[in-house]
């Protein structure tokens, strides 16, 4: 009986690890998995504003720090404007007025030249019409096409109007018209499968022109109410590219959709060269708005008035992160007062 004494301690030792060993396990396994959350709204809104912060923060400050309007004040939002990207032309539009004012005795304190300053501005932007195009009188889907150059996010805006499409009850079909890109498809893919829509794809060099023109025809037959077509976007100054987007607009409108949409999707952090990029893709495909991009980590933001007030084409939507909640409808009114910002 003694022998045995060990031999059974030893299988009751062997039982209680054996024991705790599972209930870790089980604990283990029944610990909850996270559950990622949207961003509430109001995050959306606090992020939005500080996008726009520091563009004219500091000559707002400056100028409100001194107890006169000075030449340091004319020069200091000047060079804030420029830095901003607002463009030469617009900021001689818009403080040569403000100092004739001041020597009217309109305007006498800096607070009063700073409020005019972003009235003025405001005024430049706001009675816009900024809405997406959407034609329900139309027989067969309506076309938006997304053109611009390579890196501004033009797909990746894409899939994000795709979700926002979808959500609204809207039956969406993509094209993956970007043929002449690496991975291109497979990216438009995976933004068909996050936003709930369908894509049409060809192989890799096929012609553009034909892949829409066979998304189109698919999503007529299908009733779907919106194609939703990606192009190639190589550098601005390719000629041969901007020939190819003429024939992607003409060959996309031959079968049974109308295209009432064309999104130029323009880098904010390319500054004045964004100007460049909008006035040549205007030109090959008749745009009729601007998504601005990467507005979140750029002090840039002044393209809009360059955009709107020298070609006249309106930014409909701007991009403010990386989720789908991020690419919101442009407010003019909100963006000058987050830009005159100084808290």
Do not use: H, Y
Not at 12 to 20: K, M, N, Q, S, Y
Not at 80 to 86: C, G, H, I, S, T
Not at 163 to 184: E, I
């Amino acid at each position: 009986m003694n022998s045995s004494f060990p031999l059974i301690f030893l299988i009751l030792a062997a039982v209680v690890v054996v024991f705790g060993f599972g209930v870790v396990v089980q604990a283990r396994r029944k610990k909850p998995t996270p559950v990622m959350k949207p961003a509430p709204v109001v995050e959306v809104v606090v992020e939005k504003k500080r996008s726009f912060k520091n563009v004219l923060a500091g000559a707002v400050s400056s100028v409100l720090g001194r107890g006169e309007i000075n030449d340091t004040s004319w020069d200091d939002l000047e060079e804030a404007l420029l830095r901003a990207d607002v463009g030469v032309k617009v900021a001689q539009a818009l403080l040569e007025p403000l100092r004739a004012r001041v020597k009217a005795k309109e305007i006498s304190t800096p607070a009063e030249l700073i409020t005019a300053l972003q009235n003025d501005m405001s005024s430049r932007l706001v009675g816009t019409n900024r809405e997406l195009n959407f034609d329900t009188t139309i027989d067969g889907p309506n076309i938006w096409l997304m053109v611009g150059v390579n890196g501004a996010g033009k797909t990746t805006s894409l899939g994000k109007i795709s979700a926002q499409q979808v959500a609204l009850g809207r039956k969406v079909l993509m094209a993956a018209g970007d043929t002449f890109r690496a991975a291109a498809g497979e990216q438009l893919q995976t933004w068909a499968e996050r936003s709930g829509a369908e894509i049409i794809r060809g192989a890799e060099g096929s012609d553009p022109s034909s892949v829409i023109f066979d998304a189109v025809q698919a999503a007529n037959a299908r009733k779907f109410d919106l194609v939703l077509a990606d192009t190639a976007g190589r550098l601005q100054n390719n000629t041969n590219l901007m020939e190819e987007l003429r024939k992607v607009r003409r060959v996309a409108e031959k079968g049974a959709g109308t295209v009432t949409e064309t999104l130029l999707v323009i880098d904010a952090t390319t500054g004045q060269n964004g100007l460049s990029q909008a006035r040549l893709f205007a030109d090959a495909t008749q745009v009729t708005g601007v998504v601005l991009t990467k507005l979140d980590g750029s002090s840039k933001g002044g393209i809009v008035f360059a955009i709107e007030t020298e070609l006249g084409i309106p930014v409909k939507l701007v991009g403010l992160g990386e989720t789908m909640e991020d690419l919101v409808a442009f407010n003019p009114t909100e963006f000058v007062e987050a830009l005159c910002s100084t808290t």
